[in-house]
C-alpha cells in the first residue's frame, strides 16, 4: 500500500469511527432536509441487506433498523457522518407483498430524489450476492443512467457464498456494470457479518466527504 493509499484508509478509518448521527426522516420529495453537505445515498432491494451494511461501515448495532421484514423502511432517513457527510438511507425497492399503490409511493420518493438532489454525490446501488442482479435491480440502474446519476455497486452477503461462487457472482455483476453508462467501474464484494470488504467500500465513501 503507498503511503497515499495508507492516508486515505486512516482518514476513511477516522470518519466512520466518528459521531454518526441521525438527523432527518423524509416522507416525501417535499420533506428533505437542507442540502449543506455531500450525500451518499444506500439503495436496494428490500432484505439485500441496506441497514446491516450501514451498521456494520459505523461500526454501529442500531444505527438503522435491521429487520426480516422486507419493506419496513417507508422513510428516506439520513445520517450525519461526523459534520463532513450525510448518509442516506432509502427505502427498499422491489417488494412484492406490498401493495401496488404503497410500493409505487416508496418508488417514487426513491427515484424522484435521485433524480432531483443536487448535492448526492454517490448512490451506492446493493445487490444481494446470492441473487445477483435481478430485473428491478437493472430498471433501478437504467433509471440511474437516466438521470446521470454516478452509482457503485455492491454486492452483499458474500459469506453465504462458496469461494468459486463469490468469484462467479463478482464476475457476473461487473459484466453488468459494463452496460451501464453512469455506473463506477469498481464493485465492491461485502459482508456486513464478517466484515468483508468494508475498509475499501469506506475509503470510497470518505473520499466523496466535504474537506
Request: net charge positive; proline share 3%.
Amino acid at each position: 500500500m503507498s503511503s497515499d493509499d495508507a492516508g486515505a484508509a486512516e482518514a476513511a478509518r477516522k470518519l466512520f469511527a466518528g459521531p454518526c448521527d441521525f438527523i432527518w426522516g423524509a416522507t416525501s420529495i417535499d420533506n428533505l432536509p437542507p442540502a449543506t453537505l455531500p450525500e451518499v445515498a444506500f439503495v436496494g432491494r428490500s432484505n439485500a441487506g441496506k441497514s446491516s451494511l450501514l451498521n456494520a461501515l459505523t461500526g454501529r448495532k442500531t444505527l438503522a433498523r435491521v429487520s426480516n421484514t422486507p419493506g419496513r423502511t417507508r422513510q428516506i432517513n439520513f445520517f450525519n457522518l461526523g459534520g463532513k457527510l450525510v448518509l442516506a438511507d432509502l427505502p427498499g425497492y422491489g417488494y412484492a407483498r406490498a401493495s401496488k399503490s404503497l410500493a409505487d409511493e416508496w418508488q417514487n420518493l426513491i427515484f424522484a430524489y435521485l433524480r432531483g438532489r443536487a448535492n448526492l454525490s454517490r448512490v451506492i446501488l446493493l445487490v444481494d450476492a446470492r441473487r445477483g442482479a435481478m430485473d428491478t435491480d437493472k430498471q433501478a440502474m437504467g433509471l440511474l443512467d437516466q438521470a446521470a446519476v454516478s452509482y457503485v455497486l455492491a454486492l452483499t452477503k458474500i459469506d453465504q457464498l462458496s469461494a468459486a461462487d463469490r468469484v462467479k457472482a463478482e464476475d457476473e455483476i461487473t459484466k453488468e456494470s459494463r452496460s451501464h453508462t453512469a455506473a463506477y467501474p469498481e464493485i465492491f464484494a461485502t459482508s456486513a457479518l464478517k466484515s468483508l470488504g468494508l475498509d475499501a467500500l469506506k475509503a470510497h465513501i470518505a473520499a466523496l466527504a466535504a474537506t
